[in-house]
């Protein structure tokens, strides 16, 4: 690009002795510091019963970005020690799976017995066509248990038995009483 200077006596402008070369900068990379799920260990235990709300934690620099998605995803495990298989995230309309949130809410019964991994990851898109997607990923293992047998004894509240006594408990009861429950 070439300037145009004016004499300060004269209106018309004087030649160009000076040039400037404009070079195309590129766009900062976008870089992801951090994608970590806030969790006290690697495996969650719940029950049917209990729900829970997963979250992580996301830092990154990225001045332009086109694109940022956040994503969480279940793949059904056969134990915590297996790997998912990535090509088949579980389809669940009780779990709420969004694209712009760092948490996800397991309402109760919404997962049958078994054990999950929760995936999360983070893409990041930047303007510039040339520079890679940023991406990162963290998981946790959820394993759904069976609640404990609780006795339902029918009768008196306060039932009472000397130590040596036996004492059998009938589940059959128990089945009748909660097969609506599942």
């Excluded at 759904?144 to 039932?159: F, K, N, Q, T, Y």
């Amino acid at each position: 690009m070439g300037l145009e200077a004016v004499h300060p006596n004269h209106s018309r402008a004087v030649e160009s002795s000076v040039s400037c070369q404009v070079e195309d900068q590129p766009l900062p990379v976008c870089v992801i510091h951090v994608v970590k799920i806030n969790k006290d260990s690697s495996v969650l235990q719940l029950t049917r019963e209990m729900e829970a709300t997963i979250s992580a934690t996301v830092r990154y620099d990225c001045l332009l970005f086109q694109a940022i998605i956040q994503k969480w995803l279940i793949f059904p495990l056969p134990s915590v020690s297996a790997v998912p298989d990535w090509t088949k995230p579980l389809k669940t309309s009780e779990v709420k799976l969004q694209y712009t949130t760092t948490s996800v809410h397991i309402p109760k019964k919404s997962l049958m017995w078994g054990v999950y991994l929760f995936n999360f990851s983070v893409y990041l898109k930047s303007w510039d066509p040339e520079a890679p997607v940023a991406k990162a990923s963290d998981a946790i293992h959820v394993v759904i248990l069976r609640s404990p047998l609780e006795a339902v004894i029918l009768g008196d509240a306060s039932v009472t038995i000397k130590f040596k006594d036996g004492l059998t408990l009938d589940g059959s009861d128990f089945v009748r009483h909660c097969a609506g429950s599942y």
